[in-house]
Structures are given as C-alpha cells and as structure tokens.
T-cell receptor, first 107, second 118 residues
C-alpha cells in the first residue's frame, strides 16, 4: 500500500497567517491526490482534487500543488473557520489510502 | 444537491455482522460509484471499498474477506456488510459518492458511529 505522510502533525497559527501543509507519498501517485478538511463532529469535506483543482464552492485562499510524491496544500490567509484537521488521499494505486492528518490550531 | 444518510445499529457484538444502509437523495445512484470509508476514534481514515450502481465492486484487500457491498437502485440505497467484527472495527462509517470526473469522494454522508462491544 502507498503510505502518505503528512507534516507537520500540528500547525499552530494565527488568523490571517499563511499555512503550508505537506503530504508525501511513498511511491508516485501522479496527480491522483485530493485534500479534505474535517471540522469537529463533521464529515470530511473535499477541498482540492487531482492535486491542484479546487472543488466547487471552495474559496480561492485554498490551493493545492505538486505531483509524483510531494504535495502541498496552502491556505493563503487563515480564517477562523479554517482551523480544523486536513487529510490527503491518494487514488494512484489501490487500495486508496489517506494520510494521518494535520491539525491546524489557533496559536 | 445530493445528500447521503447512513443508518444502522450503533452497537454490534464481537464476531457478529455489521450491516449499514446509505440512503441517497437529491439524485439517482445509477451511473455513479459509491464508497464506504471508515474513521477510527483516533482519526485514522480507511477506504473500505466502492461499488458501481451495476453491482461491480472493489474492496480494500485488508478487509476483502469480510466485506460485501450491494445496491438497490429502486430504493436509491447502498449497503455495507462486514462480518466477524472485532473491537478494531469500532469506527465512524461514512458513505460517500465518487466524483464522476475523477473518482475521488466528493459528497459524504454525516457518518454513523458503530461500536463493537459485548
């Protein structure tokens, strides 16, 4: 199985700051990678798919980049509602696998 | 706007079978793929498998011997059965639609917590 390693595990930030989240794959997944946001008590919500395409209704402050084994999710200016857990998911190889998550918390 | 709602027993005894239903509203299930994904209380996500409206399935090899997914297109429902459960199967279980343009989960149900305990 492809292992996705997310870093850092926790990101302590202030509103308005830029957040950079990393997802590294143990083998190439091309661009078959998506990002999800999960708030407490809610299901994951799709933010980005195919590494860099924003999902419908997602604000432009969220952007994804990367290909192969290294991927980044950037939140250009954190809003209060962005403090949550973020997961990456690869579908380049079956079984699809998720990363362990990055928690973005208020400093 | 499609909506998904998981339902089923919240408590299952060890060695028994976990059975869940996903009811889809706001659109037909035909022509699309549907998946089950679970999340442990610690937050780890695991893709259980997916099923096409026609009944074609693909399961995670780690669970394949215990998993069965099925659909009822007349009721717009997707089903999950997981046999011989143990405490390790305690998790939130989510039903999710796979995007027709990329195959990634794009719409999720709210999830249902299943606890395996005697």
């Amino acid at each position: 199985d492809i292992v996705l390693t997310q870093s850092p595990a926790t990101l302590s930030m202030s509103p308005g700051e830029r957040a950079t989240l990393s997802c590294r794959a143990s083998h190439s997944v091309s661009v078959s990678l998506s990002w999800y946001q999960q708030r407490p008590g809610q299901a994951p919500r799709l933010l980005v798919y195919e590494a860099s395409k924003r999902a419908t209704g997602i604000p432009p402050r969220f952007s994804g980049s990367g290909s192969g084994t290294d991927f980044t999710l950037t939140i250009s200016s954190l809003e209060t509602e962005d403090f949550a857990v973020y997961y990456c998911l690869q579908r380049g190889s079956w079984p699809a696998t998720f990363g362990g998550g990055t928690t973005v918390e208020i400093k | 706007q499609v909506q998904l709602q998981e339902s089923g027993p919240g408590l299952v005894k060890p060695s028994e079978t976990l059975s869940l239903t996903c009811t889809v509203s706001g659109g037909p299930i035909t022509g699309l793929f549907w998946s089950w994904i679970r999340q442990t209380p610690g937050g780890r996500l695991e893709w259980i498998g997916f099923i096409m409206y026609s009944g074609r399935t693909r399961y995670n090899p780690s669970l394949e011997s215990r998993v069965t997914m099925s659909v009822d297109t007349s009721k717009n429902q997707v089903f999950l059965q997981l046999t011989s459960v143990t405490a390790a199967d305690t998790a939130f279980y989510y039903c999710a639609r796979l995007a027709p343009y990329g195959g990634h989960p794009d719409e999720w149900g709210r999830g249902t917590l299943v606890i395996v305990a005697s």
